[in-house]
């Protein structure tokens, strides 16, 4: 069964250093997410592309966080500097379709730590 | 903005017993899918629930969505120690922009 590829599987960076982390949907699928899980939590969106474009990133934290799929295939999101309180499980999942009953596939994630 | 709830936040089960997670929103729903978590794992979906009073079954898990659409449970009949993890329930809206907002979760823990 095909999945969502994410990269790298953990992160260990110090405080105001940048991250970056990649993710491959499942190929055709034209929706994708960015979620960020605090252990103990559920997942929290952070961003929601359709295709290239940005259709939520209303719970993103702009001064630092960017995300982008330019070619609408492939994504990455940045932290620029990272905090001590963004250690976190970077979790990406994508849907065949933007309508809402359409199952999520996520992939592994990126748990990062910050020092 | 919507809130999703979950009780409770952890059970823990002798083998062999039933267990159940709750789950409420603070908006009417459009749907609601269910999410496992095993430990180290990331979420893979489980069923989706569309209609009012709507009840699915899968082998020993049985799920349902309420007749106002804001709440869900899963009850899972004689738990295995196969069923260890999280369990998250995702509502869906279709208000401008269509989201999935996840639970809180319950993690399930078995002993044997």
């Known amino acids: 069964e095909a999945e969502v590829a994410q990269s790298p599987r953990y992160k260990i960076t110090e405080k105001s250093q940048a991250v970056a982390f990649w993710c491959d949907p499942i190929?055709?699928?034209?929706?994708l997410y960015w979620y960020r899980q605090i252990l103990g939590q559920g997942p929290e969106l952070l961003v929601q592309?359709?295709?290239?474009?940005?259709?939520?990133d209303s719970q993103l934290p702009k001064d630092r966080f960017s995300a982008e799929r330019l070619k609408g295939v492939d994504s990455t999101l940045k932290i620029q500097p990272a905090e001590l309180g963004d250690s976190a499980m970077y979790l990406c999942?994508?849907?065949?379709?933007?309508?809402?009953?359409?199952?999520?596939?996520f992939g592994s994630g990126t748990q990062l730590s910050v020092l | 903005g919507q809130q999703v709830m979950q009780i409770p936040q952890y059970q823990h089960v002798q083998e062999g017993e039933d267990f159940t997670t709750y789950c409420n929103s603070s908006t009417t729903l459009s749907n609601i899918q269910w999410y496992k978590q095993r430990p180290g794992g990331h979420p893979v979906f489980l069923i989706q629930l569309v209609k009012s009073g709507e009840v699915k079954k899968q082998k020993r898990l049985t799920f349902q969505f309420g007749e106002a659409k804001k709440n869900s449970s899963l009850h899972i009949t004689a738990t295995q120690t196969t069923d260890v993890g999280t369990y998250f329930c995702a509502g869906g809206t279709n208000f401008g922009n269509e989201k999935l907002t996840f639970g809180t979760g319950t993690r399930l823990t078995i002993i044997p």
């Open positions: 999942a994508s849907r065949r379709a933007r309508q809402v009953n359409e199952k999520l596939f």
């Open positions: 190929s055709g699928h034209a929706t």
């Open positions: 592309f359709q295709d290239e474009s940005v259709v939520d």
